[in-house]
């Protein structure tokens, strides 16, 4: 154990020092805060998450959009895993997922201020559908993990986050559920909308590479669910999964600090493009 435990600590060493090299070949001094100064990367820097770095067409993760909307499909994770916290949690009395999500909606204190606004203005079947919809997601995802593990499933009002030393730059990943501990090796769940491809293994890397930033040891290994499909899959943890990441992180990033330099790749996506009226492949890709 203590020497796995030493393996997974290198591990994550190996993959700081390979990110921050990269960057700084990459970037030089752009994105870098003078000496005495604390980076912001909400201010004037970079934040990066799943979304972004699987993001298709480089042009829009070059410039996200900053109307964020919640909605059934946006709200239902947040109001899911914070039923399935109180269904573990003795201050419930809900014994059953409906319950729960009834609960949370109802009490709204263990959600994100956002989230209670836009929550409370609904009527009354919008409500059932958000209901609904929470607790399929949290039913469909609580089947996916392996009968008999003991896990704690994520509060969705916080992520994993790490800083890059100097650089307004933060990296931040979210999960669903996690068993086991740093000393003894964390598995962590992540729920995707498939299990097995490039997409799905690119973001079980990122997340990798973000807990082992944060916690200064390298995951075992993540489970990647798709409630969707019933489907899960197991990404071990290792250097080359750990590169992946790094690799995609610093080319998205270097994108980022140079926006005009990120090629449009048009496709059925841009339809829902916050960019589409300034940009003309993708209007040309939709009006053609
Ligand atoms: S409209 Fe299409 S090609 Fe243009 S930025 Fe959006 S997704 Fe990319």
Known sequence: MAGEQTE???RATR???RL??????ALGGRLRVPAGERPDPYRDGVVVNAFGLTERCARRAAHPADDFVESVGTARRRIGLAALRRLGDDASAADDLATAV?????????????????LEQLDRPARAAVAAG????????????RSGTAVRWADASSSSAWNVPERPIRLTATHEALAGGVVSGERLLLVADGAGGPTERLRAAYLALVRSLGT????????VAAPSQGTRSQVAVDDALLDLAVDRVVEHVAMRADPPSAPPAPGR??????LLDVCDE???????
């Open 20 to 25: 921050v090299d990269a960057l700084d070949a």
């Open 269 to 274: 996506w841009c339809r829902h493009c916050h």
């Open 102 to 118: 009834q609960e949370v909606i109802e009490e709204r204190t263990d959600l994100a201020r956002g989230l209670c606004d836009w």
């Open 8 to 10: 997974r600590r290198a």
């Open 15 to 17: 993959a700081r020092e």
């Open 216 to 223: 200064q040891h390298a995951p075992v290994g993540i489970t």
């Open 134 to 145: 929470a607790t399929t997601w949290a039913a469909a995802t609580a089947r996916l993990v």
């Open 282 to 288: 993708g209007r040309a890709r939709t009006e053609g």
